[in-house]
């Protein structure tokens, strides 16, 4: 990644934050927003629509109109920060990993300080398993 364009990084990366959109969805608008079509646009899996989600996406960029992109974009549900440029575009390998939090709201005060501990195994590849254990309080 580099902060500023070049032959051998043509591709803008993004940081798009969204809410309760799927990512087709955050897609669409933020290509309205940067005058693109939004198959244009690059990203790496789908996040989940009932959510607070950050992912990354990336768009090829000419050389000439790299300076008229916009460092930030924002709609109703969602916001994107140019973070600088690739030399390729973003897909499915580029995924590391997920982070993620649960939040579980009214429970009574008997569940409060009592661990539940469960597994999220995906079968997909690339994907690792998932322990997770969460804290009521």
Request: net charge positive; hydrophobic share 40%.
């Amino acid at each position: 990644i580099t902060p500023t364009w070049s032959p051998a990084h043509p591709h803008a990366l993004y940081a798009l934050n969204k809410t309760a959109l799927t990512t087709p969805d955050a897609i669409s608008w933020l290509a309205k927003a940067l005058s693109v079509k939004p198959g244009s646009i690059d990203y790496a899996g789908l996040k989940d629509k009932h959510a607070q989600t950050l992912q990354h996406i990336t768009l090829p960029v000419a050389g000439g109109t790299a300076n008229a992109l916009p460092k930030h974009a924002a709609g109703e549900q969602w916001s994107a920060s140019l973070l600088g440029f690739s030399s390729t575009p973003i897909d499915a390998s580029s995924i590391l990993g997920n982070h993620f939090a649960i939040t579980i709201r009214g429970l009574t005060k008997s569940f409060a300080g009592q661990p539940l501990y469960t597994n999220f195994n995906l079968d997909f590849p690339k994907f690792l398993q998932y322990h997770c254990i969460i804290k009521f309080q």
